[in-house]
């Protein structure tokens, strides 16, 4: 197979799967969104780790006066290295806490993008619980009626 050929057919085939895509985030806003937001803090998490930081008052420089890092600093006095606050400060500042909260950003991540996929396993299980309850109840209904239809015969 030219080239050519196999990508134009690849081209297609990936066009053809965001469609799919789009279609399956249209009809699943919630889902998607919970998938979206996992990616990022899976594959960026120090984008949005940062951000938080400095608005907590961990800044690149240093704790920020009158933020909330520097009343919390205020009421533990000195503060040790291995600790969480320091851990913090650390990933502020570019030091060694960028791996510790680049970790721990990145495991809300799989926990918040895995809940999209247990809530459809959760959904698909109820629907299928709602059509076997359904079906029972259609067999049921269907004996009942061969049950009162014998009754009938035998009456008559």
Do not use: C, R
């Amino acid at each position: 197979m030219p080239l050519k050929e196999i990508m134009t057919a690849a081209l297609a085939a990936t066009a053809d799967q965001g469609k799919k895509a789009t279609n399956w985030a249209a009809e699943n806003p919630g889902k998607a969104a919970a998938l979206g937001t996992g990616a990022v803090l899976v594959a960026a998490p120090m984008m949005v780790a940062a951000p938080v930081l400095g608005v907590a008052g961990f800044g690149a420089n240093g704790i920020v006066a009158g933020s909330v890092a520097a009343g919390v600093q205020s009421s533990i006095g000195n503060v040790i290295a291995p600790s969480v606050f320091a851990a913090l400060q650390s990933a502020a500042t570019g030091g060694y806490g960028v791996a510790a909260v680049s970790t721990a950003v990145q495991g809300i991540g799989g926990v918040v993008a895995s809940s999209a996929g247990a809530m459809s396993i959760l959904k698909q299980v109820k629907k299928q619980e709602e059509e076997n309850a359904t079906v029972e109840g259609d067999e049921t209904s269907i004996i009942a009626d061969e049950v009162h239809q014998e009754k009938n015969d035998d009456e008559k």
